[in-house]
């Protein structure tokens, strides 16, 4: 049963990844057709949650190597190439973002490669998933295929599919965020990618049983009612986005899309499960040792409620309209021969490096002790122990910095000098 568990978290981290941060690459990729100051405003956007949005992708990476390992040795290097090439995108599009953010006013390169990078990491992800859907060579638990055997025609299919979801998924959370296209404009974009992306599921769907050697058998009555229940929710929410797409409430196309999103995933996992990697390679075979699998569950379960409570807060402070931000004016200098006020003095900064030093070291013990403990061979401290060890130190680590802060170490030190 944990094997199931394993999986489903892996499903869930994928599922989040590809729902939040789906829309950051669409985005992305639409701010290549746009203007200088419609680039700089996507970006703004982008920038206020897309950290969080792809920490999903790391949970799902976890997930996948301690839980389902059989999956992971076979999958891994069978996509190495679009995987690197991904995660250098992926590092390329936050460089474009954040030096672009920083430079103070709009810089044509930076924008043209946070866009650039978008749309190479999402072709990178289709590719992957075609890979994975066709089913890698194997043998005896181990891939044995060539270097270049996730390049196929389903493949470049799924690319093509997978970005125009983000970019139905982008054109959304723009009519969320932004009143820079005109209600016309947000029809007929927006259903026009929606079209796209029914052809592209429909395209998909029927080539799958030609791709995937493992068909679905219909002696399975609960997969058979998840997946055509997948189905009846993607139509429901496809129309419910058709008709909200130019219309308030902006949010309702956004909602619509990623319910579409999330059934298209349910739907894939009812088509294939208990095959996990096709042809053949199940979750049974895939799974972890016992006590692997407690440790991930419960680890990578427990970190899960933080990083979604992570998206919920940047959201709701977000939330509404994106708007320039207004810039304080500059302080006037103060007469001649008057000094300007002192900043705090940071005396307390060795102090707060040592401490963090020390409560880093505890977190690596905590988790080194943490695998002993759920792997049955410890006998040093047990599973409340590990827990008291880490609550305690991440209370140290708070509790310490909001006393520095109400110290003032943190300010920023403007001098003291007199003018002359």
């Given at each position: 049963m944990?094997?199931y568990?394993a999986?489903?978290?892996?499903?869930f981290?994928?599922?989040?990844y590809?729902?939040?941060?789906g829309?950051?690459?669409?985005?992305?990729m639409l701010?290549?057709?746009?203007?200088?100051e419609?680039?700089r405003?996507y970006g703004?956007i982008v920038?206020?949650a897309w950290d969080?949005?792809?920490?999903?992708?790391?949970?799902a990476?976890?997930?996948?190597?301690?839980?389902?390992?059989?999956a992971?040795?076979?999958?891994?290097p069978g996509?190495?190439?679009?995987?690197?090439?991904?995660l250098?995108s992926i590092i390329?599009?936050?460089?474009?973002?954040?030096?672009?953010g920083?430079?103070g006013?709009?810089?044509?390169?930076?924008?043209l490669l946070?866009?650039?990078?978008?749309?190479?990491?999402?072709?990178c992800q289709?590719?992957?998933?075609g890979?994975?859907l066709?089913g890698?060579r194997?043998?005896?638990?181990?891939?044995?295929?060539?270097?270049?055997?996730?390049?196929?025609?389903?493949?470049?299919?799924?690319?093509?599919?997978l970005?125009?979801?983000?970019?139905?998924?982008?054109?959304?959370w723009?009519?969320?965020k932004t009143?820079?296209w005109?209600?016309p404009?947000?029809?007929?974009t927006?259903?026009?990618?929606?079209?796209?992306?029914?052809?592209?599921?429909l395209?998909?769907?029927l080539?799958?049983p030609?791709a995937e050697?493992?068909?679905?058998p219909?002696?399975?009555?609960v997969?058979?009612?998840l997946l055509?229940?997948?189905?009846?929710?993607?139509?429901v929410?496809?129309?419910v986005?058709?008709y909200g797409f130019?219309?308030?409430?902006d949010w309702?196309?956004?909602?619509?899309v990623?319910?579409?999103?999330?059934s298209?995933l349910?739907?894939?996992?009812?088509?294939?499960?208990?095959?996990?990697v096709?042809?053949?390679?199940t979750?049974?075979?895939?799974?972890?040792?016992?006590?692997?699998?407690?440790?991930?569950?419960?680890?990578?379960g427990?970190?899960?409620p933080?990083?979604l409570a992570y998206?919920?807060?940047?959201w709701?402070?977000?939330?509404?309209k994106?708007?320039?931000?207004?810039?304080s004016?500059?302080p006037?200098?103060p007469a001649r021969?008057?000094?300007?006020?002192?900043a705090?003095?940071s005396?307390g900064?060795p102090?707060t490096?040592?401490?963090?030093?020390?409560?880093?070291?505890?977190?690596?013990?905590?988790?080194?002790?943490?695998?002993?403990?759920?792997?049955?061979v410890s006998?040093?401290?047990?599973p409340?122990?590990?827990?008291v060890l880490?609550a305690?130190?991440?209370?140290?680590?708070?509790v310490?910095?909001?006393?520095?802060?109400?110290?003032?170490?943190f300010?920023a030190?403007?001098g003291?000098e007199?003018?002359?």
């Amino acid at each position: 049963m944990l094997e199931y568990a394993a999986y489903g978290l892996v499903l869930f981290s994928l599922g989040m990844y590809v729902v939040l941060d789906g829309y950051d690459l669409g985005v992305g990729m639409l701010s290549l057709a746009a203007g200088p100051e419609r680039r700089r405003e996507y970006g703004e956007i982008v920038a206020t949650a897309w950290d969080a949005n792809e920490s999903w992708l790391i949970l799902a990476g976890v997930a996948l190597w301690a839980g389902l390992p059989g999956a992971y040795a076979v999958v891994l290097p069978g996509v190495y190439l679009p995987l690197i090439v991904m995660l250098v995108s992926i590092i390329l599009r936050g460089l474009g973002l954040e030096m672009n953010g920083a430079a103070g006013r709009y810089r044509r390169g930076w924008a043209l490669l946070f866009g650039g990078a978008s749309l190479a990491a999402a072709v990178c992800q289709g590719l992957v998933l075609g890979a994975v859907l066709s089913g890698p060579r194997q043998r005896g638990g181990a891939f044995d295929g060539g270097a270049f055997d996730w390049f196929s025609f389903y493949g470049v299919l799924c690319a093509v599919g997978l970005v125009v979801v983000y970019l139905l998924a982008g054109a959304a959370w723009l009519q969320d965020k932004t009143e820079g296209w005109s209600r016309p404009g947000l029809r007929r974009t927006g259903r026009s990618l929606l079209l796209a992306t029914v052809g592209m599921a429909l395209v998909l769907g029927l080539l799958l049983p030609g791709a995937e050697a493992q068909p679905f058998p219909p002696g399975r009555p609960v997969q058979a009612v998840l997946l055509w229940l997948a189905v009846g929710v993607a139509a429901v929410a496809g129309a419910v986005a058709w008709y909200g797409f130019g219309r308030r409430p902006d949010w309702r196309p956004f909602a619509a899309v990623a319910t579409m999103t999330a059934s298209g995933l349910l739907g894939l996992a009812a088509l294939t499960l208990p095959v996990v990697v096709p042809p053949g390679l199940t979750v049974h075979q895939a799974a972890s040792p016992h006590s692997s699998l407690v440790f991930l569950v419960l680890g990578v379960g427990l970190c899960m409620p933080f990083v979604l409570a992570y998206n919920v807060y940047a959201w709701r402070s977000f939330r509404g309209k994106y708007s320039d931000p207004v810039e304080s004016p500059v302080p006037s200098l103060p007469a001649r021969g008057r000094a300007l006020p002192a900043a705090p003095t940071s005396t307390g900064g060795p102090r707060t490096m040592v401490r963090r030093a020390l409560l880093t070291v505890l977190g690596i013990l905590a988790a080194a002790l943490s695998q002993d403990v759920f792997g049955g061979v410890s006998d040093l401290i047990g599973p409340i122990g590990v827990t008291v060890l880490g609550a305690a130190a991440l209370a140290a680590w708070i509790v310490g910095d909001r006393r520095d802060g109400r110290a003032g170490y943190f300010d920023a030190d403007t001098g003291a000098e007199t003018t002359p």
